[in-house]
Protein backbone atom coordinates (compact mmCIF):
# COMPACT_ATOMS: atom_id res chain seq x y z
CA UNK A 1 0.00 0.00 0.00
CA UNK A 2 1.57 3.13 -1.67
CA UNK A 3 2.67 5.94 1.57
CA UNK A 4 0.77 9.28 2.32
CA UNK A 5 4.07 11.02 1.27
CA UNK A 6 4.94 9.31 -1.51
CA UNK A 7 2.47 11.24 -3.25
CA UNK A 8 3.94 14.48 -2.44
CA UNK A 9 6.40 16.16 -5.35
CA UNK A 10 9.58 16.48 -4.24
CA UNK A 11 10.04 20.45 -3.62
CA UNK A 12 12.28 22.55 -5.56
CA UNK A 13 14.04 24.16 -2.04
CA UNK A 14 13.79 22.45 1.14
CA UNK A 15 14.42 25.57 4.21
CA UNK A 16 17.18 25.01 6.28
CA UNK A 17 16.16 23.21 9.81
CA UNK A 18 17.72 25.86 12.59
CA UNK A 19 15.45 23.80 15.33
CA UNK A 20 14.45 20.31 16.14
CA UNK A 21 12.25 19.87 18.60
CA UNK A 22 12.55 16.19 20.44
CA UNK A 23 9.86 17.25 23.25
CA UNK A 24 7.30 14.77 24.17
CA UNK A 25 3.40 16.14 23.63
CA UNK A 26 2.40 18.33 27.29
CA UNK A 27 6.25 19.22 27.77
CA UNK A 28 5.32 22.95 26.97
CA UNK A 29 5.65 22.26 22.79
CA UNK A 30 2.26 24.21 22.11
CA UNK A 31 4.08 27.46 23.78
CA UNK A 32 7.18 27.00 22.25
CA UNK A 33 5.55 26.41 19.08
CA UNK A 34 3.59 30.28 19.28
CA UNK A 35 7.06 31.72 20.77
CA UNK A 36 8.68 30.87 17.73
CA UNK A 37 6.11 32.05 15.62
CA UNK A 38 6.55 35.28 17.57
CA UNK A 39 10.27 35.04 16.74
CA UNK A 40 10.26 34.58 13.21
CA UNK A 41 10.70 31.40 12.70
CA UNK A 42 8.19 28.63 10.86
CA UNK A 43 7.46 26.11 13.48
CA UNK A 44 5.79 22.14 12.63
CA UNK A 45 3.66 21.12 15.53
CA UNK A 46 0.73 19.08 15.76
CA UNK A 47 -1.27 22.20 14.96
CA UNK A 48 -0.16 22.42 11.61
CA UNK A 49 -1.57 18.88 11.23
CA UNK A 50 -4.96 20.15 12.30
CA UNK A 51 -4.43 22.66 9.81
CA UNK A 52 -3.49 20.69 6.82
CA UNK A 53 -6.27 17.75 7.51
CA UNK A 54 -6.61 14.20 6.78
CA UNK A 55 -3.21 13.89 4.63
CA UNK A 56 -0.82 15.43 6.92
CA UNK A 57 -2.54 12.80 9.56
CA UNK A 58 -1.76 10.31 7.38
CA UNK A 59 1.69 11.10 6.72
CA UNK A 60 2.46 11.38 10.59
CA UNK A 61 0.31 7.65 11.32
CA UNK A 62 2.49 6.16 8.39
CA UNK A 63 5.94 7.10 9.85
CA UNK A 64 4.58 6.71 13.69
CA UNK A 65 3.89 3.40 12.80
CA UNK A 66 7.07 2.51 10.97
CA UNK A 67 9.17 3.60 13.74
CA UNK A 68 6.90 2.37 16.58
CA UNK A 69 5.49 -1.07 14.99
CA UNK A 70 8.07 -1.73 12.35
CA UNK A 71 5.23 -1.85 10.11
CA UNK A 72 6.66 0.48 6.29
CA UNK A 73 9.71 1.62 5.80
CA UNK A 74 10.55 3.90 8.26
CA UNK A 75 11.43 7.71 6.65
CA UNK A 76 14.54 8.62 5.60
CA UNK A 77 15.80 12.57 5.18
CA UNK A 78 14.15 12.39 1.35
CA UNK A 79 10.70 11.40 2.84
CA UNK A 80 11.70 14.45 5.95
CA UNK A 81 12.92 17.14 3.46
CA UNK A 82 9.42 16.86 1.07
CA UNK A 83 7.07 17.06 4.54
CA UNK A 84 9.15 20.07 6.34
CA UNK A 85 10.15 21.67 3.31
CA UNK A 86 8.57 25.25 4.18
CA UNK A 87 9.98 25.04 7.63
CA UNK A 88 12.70 25.61 9.30
CA UNK A 89 11.94 23.93 13.14
CA UNK A 90 10.22 20.61 13.71
CA UNK A 91 8.30 20.42 16.82
CA UNK A 92 6.69 17.43 18.62
CA UNK A 93 6.83 15.19 15.19
CA UNK A 94 10.32 13.78 16.12
CA UNK A 95 8.51 12.19 19.48
CA UNK A 96 6.58 9.69 17.15
CA UNK A 97 9.76 8.76 15.21
CA UNK A 98 12.98 9.72 16.92
CA UNK A 99 15.88 7.86 15.39
CA UNK A 100 14.91 8.39 11.95
CA UNK A 101 14.67 11.76 12.25
CA UNK A 102 17.92 12.19 14.10
CA UNK A 103 19.18 9.50 11.42
CA UNK A 104 18.31 11.94 8.68
CA UNK A 105 19.63 15.42 10.20
CA UNK A 106 22.33 14.13 12.12
CA UNK A 107 24.53 17.75 12.04
CA UNK A 108 21.21 19.61 14.05
CA UNK A 109 20.97 21.56 16.76
CA UNK A 110 18.34 19.40 18.78
CA UNK A 111 15.95 20.84 21.67
CA UNK A 112 14.58 18.85 25.09
CA UNK A 113 12.25 19.71 27.45
CA UNK A 114 12.05 17.61 30.54
CA UNK A 115 9.05 17.03 32.68
CA UNK A 116 8.37 15.05 35.79
CA UNK A 117 7.47 11.98 34.62
CA UNK A 118 4.22 11.07 36.71
CA UNK A 119 3.40 14.50 35.97
CA UNK A 120 3.81 14.32 32.61
CA UNK A 121 1.80 11.12 32.84
CA UNK A 122 -1.18 12.57 34.72
CA UNK A 123 -0.99 15.13 31.87
CA UNK A 124 -0.82 12.68 28.84
CA UNK A 125 -4.22 11.05 30.70
CA UNK A 126 -6.07 13.87 30.87
CA UNK A 127 -5.59 14.95 27.12
CA UNK A 128 -4.97 12.74 24.84
CA UNK A 129 -5.37 9.58 26.58
CA UNK A 130 -9.03 11.01 27.22
CA UNK A 131 -9.18 12.07 23.65
CA UNK A 132 -8.25 8.81 22.26
CA UNK A 133 -10.85 6.98 24.56
CA UNK A 134 -13.51 9.05 23.86
CA UNK A 135 -12.71 8.30 19.75
CA UNK A 136 -12.79 4.66 20.60
CA UNK A 137 -16.49 4.82 22.39
CA UNK A 138 -19.70 5.18 21.11
CA UNK A 139 -21.31 7.25 19.62
CA UNK A 140 -17.56 8.53 18.10
CA UNK A 141 -16.65 5.12 17.50
CA UNK A 142 -19.00 4.78 14.74
CA UNK A 143 -18.62 8.79 13.97
CA UNK A 144 -15.22 8.91 13.12
CA UNK A 145 -15.38 6.75 10.61
CA UNK A 146 -17.43 9.53 8.56
CA UNK A 147 -14.67 11.96 9.34
CA UNK A 148 -10.96 10.85 7.71
CA UNK A 149 -9.32 13.29 9.68
CA UNK A 150 -10.53 12.12 13.06
CA UNK A 151 -10.53 8.38 12.32
CA UNK A 152 -6.81 9.49 11.80
CA UNK A 153 -5.84 11.58 14.66
CA UNK A 154 -7.99 8.41 16.61
CA UNK A 155 -5.59 6.00 15.32
CA UNK A 156 -2.78 8.02 16.65
CA UNK A 157 -4.05 8.85 19.66
CA UNK A 158 -4.76 4.82 20.76
CA UNK A 159 -1.75 3.83 19.02
CA UNK A 160 0.84 6.06 21.52
CA UNK A 161 -1.15 5.50 24.51
CA UNK A 162 -0.71 1.76 23.73
CA UNK A 163 2.84 1.73 23.27
CA UNK A 164 3.93 4.04 26.30
CA UNK A 165 1.34 2.49 28.75
CA UNK A 166 2.26 -1.12 27.57
CA UNK A 167 -1.24 -1.75 26.67
CA UNK A 168 -2.82 -1.21 29.72
CA UNK A 169 -4.65 2.20 28.73
CA UNK A 170 -5.65 4.78 31.22
CA UNK A 171 -5.43 2.19 33.90
CA UNK A 172 -3.22 2.72 37.21
CA UNK A 173 -0.60 -0.06 35.81
CA UNK A 174 -0.87 1.95 32.51
CA UNK A 175 0.28 5.60 34.36
CA UNK A 176 3.07 3.91 35.69
CA UNK A 177 4.07 2.72 32.36
CA UNK A 178 3.41 6.15 31.10
CA UNK A 179 5.42 7.29 33.47
CA UNK A 180 8.48 4.83 33.27
CA UNK A 181 8.56 4.78 29.47
CA UNK A 182 8.65 8.80 29.44
CA UNK A 183 11.81 8.27 31.68
CA UNK A 184 13.06 5.78 28.64
CA UNK A 185 12.65 8.21 25.94
CA UNK A 186 13.90 10.85 28.17
CA UNK A 187 17.07 8.85 28.58
CA UNK A 188 17.19 7.58 25.00
CA UNK A 189 17.53 11.35 23.08
CA UNK A 190 20.36 11.72 25.39
CA UNK A 191 22.48 9.01 24.91
CA UNK A 192 21.77 8.93 20.94
CA UNK A 193 22.11 12.96 20.97
CA UNK A 194 25.68 14.72 21.03
CA UNK A 195 25.74 16.87 23.99
CA UNK A 196 27.19 19.34 22.30
CA UNK A 197 24.19 19.60 19.39
CA UNK A 198 21.65 19.05 22.53
CA UNK A 199 20.05 21.79 24.96
CA UNK A 200 17.92 20.09 27.70
CA UNK A 201 15.29 21.99 29.96
CA UNK A 202 13.53 21.25 32.86
CA UNK A 203 9.44 22.22 32.39
CA UNK A 204 9.50 22.54 35.87
CA UNK A 205 12.68 25.06 36.50
CA UNK A 206 10.94 27.36 34.27
CA UNK A 207 11.24 27.17 30.45
CA UNK A 208 10.96 30.15 28.50
CA UNK A 209 12.33 33.00 26.54
CA UNK A 210 15.34 33.34 28.76
CA UNK A 211 16.10 29.16 27.95
CA UNK A 212 15.54 29.32 24.34
CA UNK A 213 16.61 33.04 22.91
CA UNK A 214 20.17 32.86 23.91
CA UNK A 215 20.53 29.06 22.08
CA UNK A 216 19.01 30.15 19.08
CA UNK A 217 21.20 33.58 18.74
CA UNK A 218 17.69 35.63 18.64
CA UNK A 219 17.18 38.71 21.09
CA UNK A 220 15.01 38.58 23.94
CA UNK A 221 11.46 39.59 23.72
CA UNK A 222 9.60 41.72 26.08
CA UNK A 223 6.33 39.81 25.58
CA UNK A 224 5.16 37.14 27.93
CA UNK A 225 5.39 33.47 27.17
CA UNK A 226 2.23 32.72 25.29
CA UNK A 227 1.01 29.37 26.73
CA UNK A 228 1.04 27.71 30.37
CA UNK A 229 0.53 24.34 29.05
CA UNK A 230 -2.43 23.79 30.32
CA UNK A 231 -4.87 20.83 29.34
CA UNK A 232 -7.90 23.47 28.84
CA UNK A 233 -5.89 25.03 26.00
CA UNK A 234 -5.32 21.19 24.59
CA UNK A 235 -9.17 20.55 24.51
CA UNK A 236 -9.55 24.29 23.31
CA UNK A 237 -8.16 22.79 20.35
CA UNK A 238 -9.39 19.70 20.14
CA UNK A 239 -12.94 20.38 20.65
CA UNK A 240 -13.59 22.29 17.45
CA UNK A 241 -12.17 19.06 15.55
CA UNK A 242 -14.12 16.19 17.53
CA UNK A 243 -17.61 18.47 17.47
CA UNK A 244 -16.87 18.95 13.49
CA UNK A 245 -16.81 15.04 13.32
CA UNK A 246 -19.32 14.28 15.67
CA UNK A 247 -21.84 16.71 13.53
CA UNK A 248 -20.45 14.75 10.42
CA UNK A 249 -21.24 11.57 11.86
CA UNK A 250 -24.35 12.34 13.21
CA UNK A 251 -25.49 13.50 9.68
CA UNK A 252 -24.06 10.33 7.58
CA UNK A 253 -25.53 8.14 10.29
CA UNK A 254 -29.58 9.94 9.50
CA UNK A 255 -28.82 10.01 5.97
CA UNK A 256 -28.24 6.04 6.27
CA UNK A 257 -30.78 5.07 8.74
CA UNK A 258 -33.38 7.51 7.43
CA UNK A 259 -33.86 5.62 4.66
CA UNK A 260 -33.30 2.19 5.53
CA UNK A 261 -36.31 2.82 8.14
CA UNK A 262 -38.54 4.16 5.39
CA UNK A 263 -37.83 1.12 3.65
CA UNK A 264 -38.41 -0.79 6.47
CA UNK A 265 -42.03 0.82 6.89
CA UNK A 266 -42.83 0.68 3.63
CA UNK A 267 -42.26 -3.05 3.21
CA UNK A 268 -44.24 -3.64 6.44
CA UNK A 269 -47.05 -1.61 4.96
CA UNK A 270 -46.91 -3.82 1.73
CA UNK A 271 -47.36 -7.00 3.95
CA UNK A 272 -49.65 -5.77 5.94
CA UNK A 273 -51.78 -4.81 2.99
CA UNK A 274 -51.34 -8.51 1.02
CA UNK A 275 -52.68 -10.08 4.75
Known amino acids: ???????????????????IVLSAPRTGTHGLYL??????????????????GAPAVKIMNDGLNAEMFHIGEPYTRAEFDKWFADYDVINEMPFFMLHSIIKAYPDAKFLLTERNPEKWAKSFVNT??????QLKSFPMSVFRFFDEFTYGMGYMGNAVLGYYSNGYGLTPTGQKYLAENYRNYIAEVKRIVPPEQLLVCKLEDGFGWNEICPYLGVPIPKTEWPSLNKPEEFHEVAGPKIQHAFTKGLVGMTSMVVPVVAVGFWYLRKGRLAI
Open 1 to 19: MPRQIDTVPTPAHVKPKKL
Open 35 to 52: ALKELGFKPYHMAEVLKA
Open 128 to 133: IGMLAV
